[in-house]
Structures are given as structure tokens and as C-alpha cells.
């Protein structure tokens, strides 16, 4: 290609623009998050805050719970990830290195499952989490995200690249299935793990329906349902909003900033298929 | 040889996904069907026995319901309008990140995909305040422009638009980067070979850019449409469904009459409906790609 000097212009032009525009909201929240009730009020509405202040934070968790709420959307994330990691990599073992009978149907259908959306089981679900006394505990969250089709869809398809000759050395040694998954596979799955873990923890942190019918008592509220709850009441603060939002999103961006390799190359191994 | 003793090591592998699955996946759907033609409500929520089979009468009622038509239309707006936009905006940058001439890809990249990774409520309540008659920015920006200030929110007409523009610049990122993969797994001699042949930047990507993205394309649209048919979170934060239930969509309204008045049967009617609409989305999406 040979770029005319106006259309890479051009180009730049338009990318350093849509970047301002996607980067914009964010600022904006973090301005308006250290902002007093008398910047607010200014006009025009001022970009950064003329008198910073910490003011919101503090009211966020000294008399807004913030601290709970972070505590309980950390818990079900980690609780979430580690099980989902141990179990879908145990099942995309199987599926990618291991015959047995139906196994190519079976993962057809997992994958066809895919696109049945989550909101058509919620009703009975939340039955179901009822009749074992599971409403509004972290564990009525916790269980039904365990598993995932696309985990196990992550691990299968990095570990079809691993070559059988590996694991039929260890099996002439004598090791056992269980004994290869956790010695060799494991290892060996180190990068797929974190791309998943990464996955796993965000959608967890993020996901908001579920927990919002499960959890009916304020004490146990995740960080987005909890923000939910506070715009009812303190719609008309919106540095308090904006502080809660900041917090609530920090988490997930510092990840995203610091394992964004894994979390890309997850990304586009589980959509760039066949 | 060794295939003797390798059945039972995947089953006990494969046991705890599949059961977990089975259990609180697979069961629920299919109780979701049988919940849809009985008339469980408040009552047999506190006793089982109050519970009947009502047949159909769910999905009578349900096409009879001027509320669920409603949030039939109100949905359908915002994939219809949303899905597309958003789909023109990620094929737009990947086209555009991935010229060669671009410097700093990976910054692109990395700030179009930031708002994919936040969390939809934080971003909504965020939004809430930028759309804000009075104090939001974006009319402030406007007036700048000389452009009359505007009730995004509040404005019946406006509200599914606002929250459209919200949900494209949320999730242009994610297409966004399938299609540079799907951009970057076609072979580059092809075009050095098309270049050869002096066909032009329009050609080639007419007759290679196009057909070898046309699986990632397809992929793409089936993920977006299952995603914004399920629209909830923006609605239930910015505008609870209104003004006048014009932001109302098919799962706000399963979650209202599901879990704020109790009426399961009438619920699982609902979720039925949107599950099998978003099937038969993707069903026509995989006969398109079968024909190209």
C-alpha cells in the first residue's frame, strides 16, 4: 500500500477522535467523581474539578457500605472464577485429549447451547435456588456460573495443539489420567487458564441480572446491583453516583490493562472459529 | 490399546461440568416451558398446590397484552437500529486499525475495547448524568453548537436512541477485534497478487476483504443479536422502561412480572417468546452462511 500523505492524516485524525469520544465518558466520571457541590454548580460546567475533593469516597464507605459491597462482588467473582477454572479445564481435557463415546455429539450440543440466552432459565432457576434455601447467598450465584461452555470450548481448543505423543509418554510411565490432567495438563494450560480466569472474573464482576434477583437483602449486594439500588435514592448526587461508578469499574479496567494479552488472545480464540 | 481404561477417566472429567449444567442450565429451560403453561403466581410460590395447568393461556394472554406488545416493538427498535450500528462501527475501525500506516494499532485497540470490560451499570449511571437535560454535558456540547437542548432521556421519541448510542459506543470494541482477526488471518499475497493484476483499494477489498470475512461476519452478527435482544440493564438503570414504556424491553418486562409481581407462569411465557426469537435469529444467520 502506498499511503498519500492526506489519507494517513486522515486516518489518524479520525482514530484520535473516536478514541476522545470512547475515553470522554470515563474522564468525565473520574472529574466529576472529586468535584464539590459548588464546581457542579458552576457555568459553564467545568471539565475538572476546581476544589478536588475526596469527600464522596469517604461518604461511599463510611456511610454507604462500599466496603461490603466490594467484598461481596470480590468474593463471588474469585468464588466463580477458581471453581469454573478447576471444572471446565477437567471437561476441556476430556473433550480435546480423551475418547469416549458420544463425545463429538455431546460437545456439538454444549456448543449449540450457546445460544440459548441465560434470561429463558432464570424463573425455574430461581425456584430451584429457593427450594435449597440459596436466596441471597453468594453460593445461589456461585453454583449455577461453575461451568461454562465456552470454557470448556477455551481449553479444548488449546489443548488440541498439544501433541498425544506427550501424553502417551506419561501414560507408558504408568500415570494415570487424573494424574496427567494435574501434572502435565494443568502446566501446560497456563496460559488458556488465565485468559478464562480473566473472563470468568470480569463477566462475574460485571453480570447484574442474576445477582439482582438472587440477592434481596442490601448487606450482600455486588457493587453493580448495590448502584443500582443507591441511583434510586441519590439520583440527585451525581458526584456520589460518579464515585461509586469509578469504583465499581476500577477493578475490571486495572485487570483488563494488566492482562489484556490473555484476555485478547481468549477473545479471539473463542470467536475466530469454525 | 490403552482405550480400555480411558472411558471411565473422561467420565469422571466430564462428570461435575455436565452435571452442573444439567442441573442449572438444561433442567431450567425445560422447566421454563412447563412453568409457561401454568398460572404460577404469588400464591404457589407460598403453596405448591395452589399451582394449575392452564394450557396456553399464558401465550393468549401474552398476544392479547398490549405491555408485552410494547416491549415486542421496543426491542426489535433497538436491535434493529442498534445491532447494525454497532456491527457498521466495529468493521469501520477494524478496517481502519489495521492499515498498515497506522501507527500505534495496539493503543487503539486497547482504548476502543476499554468500554467492553466495564461494567454496564456503572457506565449507565454515567450516562444517565452526560444525557441530563439541565447539567449533562452533551447538551451543553450542543448548545455550544447551537443546537436547541434536548430531554434525551425524557423525551419519548429520543429515549431507545440515547440508549442505542450508549450501546454501540459500550460494545464496538468487541467486533471490533474479531474482525481485525478475521482481517489479519487473510493471506496478504492475495492482495500483492491483486495489486499485480492492478485492481484498486475498492476492488480488492470488494472481491477478497469481503468473501474471506464473510464466516467472521456472520459470527459476528449471530453473538450481537443474541446479545441486544436481551437488553436489560440499560433500560432498568436509565429509564426503568419508560417514558410512556418506550424504553420497556422483553426482559424488563420478564423481570417485572416474573420478580416485582410474582406472575412465573406469565413470566416463563415471556422468556420463552424471546428465547425462541433469538433462536430462530441465529438459525436464519446460519442458512445465510450456508448460501454464501
Known amino acids: 500500500m502506498k499511503p498519500l500523505n492526506g489519507g494517513r492524516l486522515l486516518a489518524h485524525v479520525i482514530l484520535l477522535m473516536a478514541a476522545l469520544f470512547t475515553l470522554f465518558p470515563f474522564f468525565w466520571m473520574v472529574s466529576v467523581s472529586l468535584m464539590t457541590v459548588e464546581d457542579m454548580a458552576l457555568f459553564p460546567p467545568p471539565l475538572t474539578p476546581v476544589h478536588p475533593t475526596l469527600k464522596h469516597y469517604q461518604v461511599l464507605f463510611d456511610e454507604l457500605a462500599m466496603g461490603r459491597y466490594l467484598l461481596n462482588s470480590t468474593l463471588i467473582a474469585a468464588g466463580v472464577t477458581m471453581s469454573s477454572l478447576f471444572i471446565n479445564s477437567m471437561a476441556g481435557y476430556a473433550f480435546a485429549k480423551l475418547h469416549f463415546r458420544g463425545r463429538d455429539g455431546l460437545f456439538r450440543l454444549l456448543l449449540a447451547m450457546m445460544v440459548i440466552p441465560s434470561q429463558a432459565a432464570m424463573l425455574p432457576l430461581f425456584l430451584m435456588i429457593k427450594q435449597l434455601g440459596l436466596i441471597n447467598t453468594y453460593a445461589g450465584i456461585i453454583i449455577p456460573g461453575m461451568s461454562s461452555v465456552f470454557g470448556i470450548f477455551l481449553i479444548r481448543q488449546y489443548l488440541k495443539s498439544v501433541p498425544d505423543s506427550l501424553l502417551d509418554a506419561a501414560r507408558i510411565d504408568g500415570a494415570g489420567e487424573f494424574r496427567i490432567y494435574r501434572s502435565l495438563i494443568l502446566p501446560l494450560s497456563k496460559p488458556v487458564l488465565v485468559s478464562l480466569a480473566v473472563f470468568t472474573f470480569m463477566g462475574s464482576w460485571n453480570d447484574f441480572m442474576w445477582p439482582l434477583i438472587i440477592l434481596t437483602q442490601e448487606d450482600r449486594y455486588t457493587l453493580p446491583v448495590a448502584l443500582a439500588n443507591l441511583m434510586g435514592e441519590h439520583v440527585q448526587d451525581p458526584q456520589l453516583m460518579m464515585a461509586g461508578a469509578v469504583l465499581t469499574i476500577l477493578p475490571v479496567v486495572l485487570l483488563f490493562l494488566l492482562l489484556q494479552r490473555y484476555y485478547l488472545e481468549g477473545l479471539v480464540a473463542g470467536g475466530v472459529k469454525d | ?292
Not at chain 2, 262 to 288: D, P, R
Open chain 2, 1 to 292: 490399546m490403552m482405550r480400555m481404561r480411558r472411558p471411565s477417566a473422561a467420565f469422571w472429567l466430564v462428570l461435575p461440568a455436565m452435571l452442573l449444567m444439567g442441573v442449572f442450565f438444561v433442567l431450567p429451560i425445560v422447566a421454563s416451558l412447563l412453568l409457561s403453561f401454568t398460572d404460577f403466581d404469588l400464591y404457589a410460590l407460598a403453596r405448591w398446590d395452589h399451582l394449575r395447568l392452564i394450557g396456553f393461556e399464558n401465550y393468549r394472554h401474552l398476544f392479547t397484552d398490549p405491555l408485552f406488545f410494547r416491549a415486542l416493538t421496543n426491542t426489535f427498535y433497538f436491535v434493529a437500529l442498534g445491532a447494525p450500528l454497532s456491527i457498521l462501527a466495529s468493521l469501520f475501525f477494524a478496517l481502519l486499525i489495521n492499515q498498515r500506516m497506522v501507527c500505534g494499532q495496539g493503543f487503539f485497540r486497547t482504548v476502543f475495547f476499554l468500554p467492553v470490560v466495564t461494567t454496564l451499570v456503572a457506565v449507565a449511571v454515567v450516562w444517565r448524568y452526560l444525557y441530563h437535560p439541565r447539567s449533562g454535558l452533551l447538551n451543553y456540547v450542543l448548545s455550544l453548537l447551537g443546537i436547541e437542548p434536548m430531554d434525551w432521556l425524557g423525551d419519548p421519541d429520543w429515549a431507545m436512541p440515547s440508549l442505542i448510542i450508549m450501546a454501540v459506543w459500550k460494545n464496538f470494541g468487541f467486533n471490533m477485534v474479531i474482525f481485525i482477526a478475521g482481517l489479519k488471518s487473510i493471506p496478504r499475497r492475495l492482495y500483492e497478487a491483486a495489486e499485480v493484476d492492478g485492481a484498486g483499494a475498492f476492488d480488492q477489498f470488494r472481491s477478497i476483504t469481503l468473501p474471506l470475512l464473510a464466516p467472521t461476519f456472520v459470527f459476528v452478527v449471530i453473538v450481537t443479536l443474541i446479545g441486544y435482544f436481551q437488553l436489560f440493564a440499560e433500560p432498568y438503570v436509565m429509564t426503568q422502561g419508560g417514558p410512556s414504556g418506550r424504553t420497556l424491553s422483553i426482559a424488563l418486562l420478564m423481570f417485572e412480572e416474573g420478580f416485582r409481581w410474582w406472575n412465573l407462569g406469565y413470566a416463563a411465557a415471556i422468556s420463552f417468546v424471546l428465547f425462541l426469537i433469538i433462536l430462530s435469529g441465529t438459525l436464519i444467520q446460519m442458512c445465510v452462511r450456508r448460501l454464501l
